[in-house]
């Protein structure tokens, strides 16, 4: 049994903050969740987390981990208006301009808003013995030097203060200031890798009626050679909520006919007839993404001691594969996993356990971006050769439903990429 460890301060009760508080609570005999939100429950978006209005998918990996920390997940998900069906069975999928042969995946699906998904969350982990949250807190800065961080200021309805932790966890987002804080402290900052995308996000929810997309819970049109794409996931409410995407600054509009005429320019139809054929329910959201960023506090030779970094706040994805909730839930595990063996060097630890999910991930999502042209970044023999060949997976997987089924649990971080080269998949792929 692990020894407890006194005092850890999370930042920010988004999904990798409520995710950490919920390890952290294994192994330390009080854990403050520090938020600059007020939250109230079933809000659909709020301010620090104006992404929420956008369709969120849990890949299967992640909800298997969030099932793991918090039994009984899924089903609690469900109660509160989620749809759970399983992948290519009870959703449909075109990518690469047709669509995925249907078949059993082995993959559930969770259908429901960021928003939903992150009530449950949060419900849950404030459950948890120890757990106390503070609310329209902002954290201003850390309190330390390069060796050590000990404390965090902050702001809020008790005025400025200095609250001390054993160990700091910032999962404050991607609009983080991580870098400002460890440069104010004498710390050195990350390098970053970064990939700019300029991809803009329009959504907007709809009334569901009976029997549309088939019966069917959701459709995901993949950006296509035009760099277009989006989805339309039944929600809670019986609602559909709709997100169009498109990258490079080819942005979709929000008013009703720009919406429809964009809807209508994908590589399916499906998604088009949904918002033509259905009653808006309020004004439809833009967000606008520039740029993927991962900083790379796993190359640097020195961290303060008392403090990680996960979420958002280390790798903020490209929102279009899906990754962010899940490798926050990876990330989680690593920490799990780290505080469970031993402090020493508790920060360079977390950071090589978490390395691989974050490479993989990030790996993915960057190798599908520089298929497009006017992504600017290094296409290296590997990144080329390797396109060729998922591209040649998804040909193949338009006719093949074992073949959909191993690209979309790659796709889910269920199974390692290579399984895409196991012999009898790689024949399929090959000669198919
Ligand atoms: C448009 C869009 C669509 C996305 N779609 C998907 C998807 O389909 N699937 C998926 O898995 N992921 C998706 N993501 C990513 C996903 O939202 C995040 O990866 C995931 O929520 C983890 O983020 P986080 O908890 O690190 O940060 P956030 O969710 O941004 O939460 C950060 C929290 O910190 C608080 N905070 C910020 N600064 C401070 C401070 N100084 N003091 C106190 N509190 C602070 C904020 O109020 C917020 O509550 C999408 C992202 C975007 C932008």
């Not at 793991?68 to 208006?81: I, M, N, R, S």
């Not at 013995?129 to 954290?139: A, S």
């Not at 300029?198 to 819970?217: E, I």
């Not at 839930?329 to 978490?354: E, I, S």
């Amino acid at each position: 049994m692990t020894q407890a460890r006194g005092h850890a301060i999370v930042i920010g009760a988004g999904v990798a903050g409520l995710l950490a508080a919920r390890v952290l609570t294994d192994t330390f005999d009080r854990v403050t969740l520090v938020e600059r939100d007020e939250l109230t429950a079933n809000e659909t978006a709020r301010r620090g987390v104006a992404q929420a209005w956008h369709l969120h998918g849990l890949l299967d990996r992640g909800r298997r981990i969030m099932e793991q920390l918090y039994p009984g997940f899924t089903g609690e998900a469900v109660a509160d208006g989620a749809t759970v069906t399983e992948v290519l069975v009870g959703t449909r999928w075109y990518i690469g301009g047709a669509r995925l042969a249907a078949g059993s995946t082995g993959l559930t699906s969770v259908i429901a808003t960021r928003s939903l998904l992150e009530t449950v969350l949060r419900r849950r982990t404030l459950e948890l013995r120890g757990i106390e949250l503070l609310t329209r807190t902002t954290v201003r800065g850390l309190v330390g030097d390069a060796q050590r961080v000990r404390a965090v200021t902050v702001s809020g309805p008790a005025g400025p203060q200095t609250l001390t932790a054993d160990l700091v966890v910032d999962a404050s987002g991607r609009g983080s200031r991580i870098t400002q804080w460890l440069t104010e402290i004498g710390a050195e900052a990350p390098a970053e890798a970064r990939l700019d995308v300029d991809l803009g996000y329009a959504s907007r929810f709809f009334r569901h009626r009976p029997g549309q997309l088939g019966g069917q819970a959701s459709v995901i049109v993949s950006t296509g050679a035009n760099g277009r794409g989006g989805g339309a996931v039944r929600v809670e409410g019986d609602r559909w909520h709709v997100t169009l995407a498109g990258m490079l600054g080819d942005h979709p509009p929000t008013d009703d006919a720009g919406l429809g005429d964009y809807a209508a320019s994908l590589s399916a139809p499906d998604i088009h007839t949904i918002v033509v054929g259905s009653e808006p329910l309020g004004e439809a959201v833009p967000y606008r993404f520039r740029t993927a960023v991962r900083r790379r506090f796993d190359r640097q030779s020195a961290h303060p001691a008392g403090l990680v970094v996960l979420g958002d706040a280390q790798c903020a994805f490209n929102p279009l594969y899906a990754q962010g909730m899940t490798v926050a839930a990876l990330q989680a595990v690593a920490l799990r996993d780290c505080l469970a063996a031993t402090d020493t060097d508790l920060p360079a630890r977390f950071y090589a356990g978490a390395a691989d999910a974050v490479a993989l991930a990030w790996q993915l999502a960057a190798g599908s971006d520089l298929r497009h042209r006017g992504v600017e970044g290094r296409r290296t023999l590997r990144t080329r050769l390797t396109n060729v060949f998922v591209g040649r997976v998804q040909r193949v997987s338009h006719r093949d439903p074992r073949v959909a089924r191993a690209f979309l649990r790659v796709a889910h971080l269920v199974d390692p990429p290579a399984a895409l080269t196991a012999p009898g998949t790689l024949r399929r792929i090959l000669l198919s």
